[in-house]
């Protein structure tokens, strides 16, 4: 949350993961949202923390606490769930948060996807702040594989375009597996995160060469000129700019919400959080591979660890995780005091 310096070792503090879902729930409360909203914002937020995903961890209440009081945002709404079809639930998040709208659709998501087979939700109408791995893990621990996208807010530049026109367009995916946590990756399809951006530039570090240009175009390695003028590149070229463009359809396009250049903040000073929207398909592995699907995605990764693989998606999440929940989630003590402070008003 505060700026840091890379010279300036910081004091650190820690914290149980209940305790921190408790304080960011009241800080949540305090600035505006429904004790619901608070509830699922603070256990979303407080994971990423835990699991050491920090571009979207603690870093981000400032942001959504601005953006609450620009009223950008609606943080009491109630979502809206329609049953379309076999196969098909959508959301209108009300412009709230698209974490209740999963939250309020996920019941009749999985009850489809157990009897159909195969499940596709929309969310509208929503803004996503946040990491997307916890709207797709829980699908993973109850034996059904999902995939999600969402797109963001315009900061990277087409693969051969001159301009920005797409989102930081993350995509989610997790299946289980036999013997161990399920199978999750996360990724922006920018070559970095706009919050790993935010995070350098405050830390005064440089970015690796391929992030981003200037307000002229011009490869930078500097964070405030991709912030200042500037914007980000696709991964991987045309290939994770394709993706990009895939996410842009199927989070607005098919679900009804807005491109990531279609809404114009400028006048809620504070606004940070992209209103967009989000796709989740969930499929029930049984209904294709019997019961045979955790033990087959087991021995795929028997196999890439036996080729030398040291490390899976998800692998450092999972051991942050483990030392969080053993010694409390390691916390800067100046960011806590001020969390605490948020609580208290
Ligand atoms: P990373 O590049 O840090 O990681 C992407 C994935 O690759 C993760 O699953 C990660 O696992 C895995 N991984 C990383 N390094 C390795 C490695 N060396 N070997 C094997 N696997 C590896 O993520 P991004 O910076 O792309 O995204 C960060 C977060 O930002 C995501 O949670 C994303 O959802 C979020 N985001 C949200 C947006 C929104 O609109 N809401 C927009 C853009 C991004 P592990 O986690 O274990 O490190
Ligand atoms: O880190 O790119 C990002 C991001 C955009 C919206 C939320 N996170």
Known sequence: MSAQSPTVATARASIRFAELVELLQQIFVR??????????????????????????????????????????????SVPSVTDVASGVVRVDAGNGFAQPALAAARPLLVEKARSAGIALLAIHNSHHFAALWPDVEPFAEEGLVALSVVNSMTCVVPHGADRPLFGTNPIAFAAPRADGAPIVFDLATSAI???????????????????????????????????EGGALLPFGGHKGSALSMMVELLAAALTGGNFSFEFDWTDHPGARTPWTGQLLIVIDPSKTAGQSFAQRSQELVRQMHAAGLRRLPGDRRHRTRAKSQETGIELDAQDLRELRSLAAG
């Not at 350098?200 to 391929?210: D, I, N, S, T, Y």
Request: aromatic share 4%.
């Open 31 to 76: 600035h505006g949202t429904s004790p619901q909203v608070a509830a699922i914002l603070a256990h979303n937020c407080a994971s990423a923390e835990r699991d050491g995903a920090h571009s979207h961890g603690i870093f981000r209440i400032p942001g959504y606490l601005s953006t609450l009081a620009s009223g950008w945002v609606n943080g009491t």
């Open 193 to 227: 995160a706009h919050g790993d951006v935010q995070i350098a530039a405050r830390k005064g570090e440089r970015l690796p060469v391929g992030m981003g240009v200037d307000s002229l175009g011009q490869p930078t390695q500097d964070p405030k000129a991709i912030l």
